[in-house]
């Protein structure tokens, strides 16, 4: 079993910067991918940014391609999301996610098998 949780959210004003983190439990963690999405109010959770199990392999929204960068550090169990240059618009409760299948960058919600509890990210214009 992994227990995912994230921090670092918070409130920023527009082009401001923010780094969420995302910690697990349990010894696995360096053989899961992992992903990043992001859910408002009333709307689907969206998906944001995937890690494969070694960090060699990344993808991310075209939302966010150019701003935001996904990292892990797998000695610390931790996958980190690095938002720069952020818009109102990506304001959202943003989760990690865990994908047993560690070569997999899914962006399908469905496709992971652990959920953090999620961290408010909210942009001022």
């Known amino acids: 079993q992994v227990q995912l949780v994230e921090s670092g959210g918070g409130l920023v004003q527009a082009g401001g910067s923010l780094r969420l983190s995302c910690t697990a439990s349990g010894r696995r963690f360096s053989s899961y991918a992992m992903g990043w999405f992001r859910q408002e109010p009333g709307r689907e959770r969206e998906f944001v940014s995937a890690?494969?199990?070694?960090?060699?392999?990344?993808l991310y929204a075209d939302s966010v391609k150019g701003r935001f960068t996904i990292s892990r550090d797998n000695a610390k169990n931790t996958v980190y999301l690095q938002m720069n240059s952020l818009k109102p618009e990506d304001t959202a409760v943003y989760y990690c996610?865990?994908?047993?299948?560690?070569?997999?960058?899914?962006?399908?919600?469905?496709?992971?098998?652990?959920w953090g509890q999620g961290t408010q990210v909210t942009v001022s214009s």
């Open positions: 890690i494969t199990w070694s960090g060699k392999g990344t």
């Open positions: 996610a865990a994908d047993a299948n560690g070569y997999r960058m899914s962006q399908l919600t469905t496709q992971y098998n652990h």
